[in-house]
């Protein structure tokens, strides 16, 4: 499973570890499941992106909640 947090970035929980402990840890984290390529490219030719919360942003911008686009947090941009 992947978590995200704004202070940590994108991580990938190790086996045996829960998102209640990762959350307990880090209480801003949230689950997010990891965009694949054919969307990201989708996304860059829409000229929008959507940030791991779910907000609809601008390719290199975030949202009001303070998440980074995908395309800026996976490095395409
Ligand atoms: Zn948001």
């Not at 907000?55 to 490095?75: Q, R």
Request: net charge positive; aromatic share 12%; glycine share 10%.
């Amino acid at each position: 499973m992947n978590v995200y947090t704004k202070e940590r970035g994108l991580k990938k929980l190790k086996a045996g570890v829960t998102f209640a402990d990762y959350k307990a840890k880090f209480p801003t984290a949230i689950k997010v499941n990891v965009p694949n390529m054919q969307t990201l490219k989708k996304w860059t030719y829409k000229g929008s992106c959507k940030a791991p919360d779910g907000c609809i942003v601008e390719p290199d911008g975030n949202c009001s909640h303070g998440f980074d686009s995908w395309l800026l947090i996976l490095g395409y941009i």
